[in-house]
């Protein structure tokens, strides 16, 4: 596609229900990352795929938080058991350079809202 | 661990100024800065990628310069418009391979 795409574009969820929010890279990228934007932390780093290389998951918040990426391209972040503090906009990236040497190009977020 | 601090927080300046929002950062052992800019509600939009052998990059009405020794970076705009209204995020790559970002500079152009 043109650009990273995202989906939902929004969600509400009742606190203790597990959600799934779905990256789509730019064709050809080998790297993903997730990010989080929340009003009191500003935007932070979870988690970073690099082709069939384990992924870097130093900055996932808890083990509520997983991550995957199927076949080098689609990701899927799971949040289990989500608290009113998991809400903010969760944001994706891609690259086509490795090693986080190249540009990194954002999808439009998904803003989640827990109740 | 990596700190990126951008002053200042908002600026207001009128249609046609020249302008400078300023980045720095804590660890100079960098890969490379990148300077977004973010509409409300949106995602970012990457304006300028400087690798850490360089000292500046341009685009247009942009010019990012680097100063990896003093952990400084600024994002020049020149003849600013009211498109121009956004808030800029400078953000740094080190030894994680992850974007650290600095809280934004929040500017508002007024017509």
């Known amino acids: 596609g043109a650009g990273v795409s995202q989906s939902p574009s929004n969600k509400v969820t009742e606190k203790g229900k597990d959600v799934e929010l779905r990256c789509d890279p730019i064709s050809g990228h080998t790297a993903l990352y997730w990010y989080r934007q929340s009003l009191g932390q500003g935007l932070e780093f979870l988690i970073y795929?690099?082709?069939?290389?384990?992924?870097?998951k130093s900055g996932l918040p808890s083990d509520r938080f997983s991550a995957e990426r199927t076949g080098g391209s689609v990701s899927t972040l799971t949040i289990q058991r989500t608290q009113q503090e998991d809400s903010a906009v969760y944001l994706c990236a891609s690259s086509l350079a490795t090693g986080g040497t190249g540009t990194q190009y954002f999808g439009p977020g998904t803003r989640l809202l827990v109740l | 661990k990596q700190e990126v601090t951008q002053i200042p927080a908002a600026l207001s300046v009128p249609e046609g100024e020249n302008l400078v929002l300023n980045c720095s950062f804590t660890?100079?052992?960098?890969?490379?800065l990148q300077w977004f800019r973010q509409d409300p509600g949106k995602g970012l939009t990457s304006l300028l990628l400087?690798?850490?052998?360089?000292r500046e990059q341009t685009s247009g009405r942009l010019n990012a310069s680097l100063d990896k020794s003093s952990g400084r970076s600024t994002l020049y705009i020149a003849a600013s418009q009211p498109g121009d209204s956004a808030t800029y995020l400078c953000a740094v790559v080190t030894g994680r391979r992850a974007l650290t970002f600095g809280s934004g500079t929040r500017l508002q152009v007024q017509p």
């Open positions: 795929f690099q082709g069939n290389s384990a992924p870097d």
């Open positions: 660890d100079s052992a960098i890969y490379n």
């Open positions: 400087i690798q850490s052998s360089q």
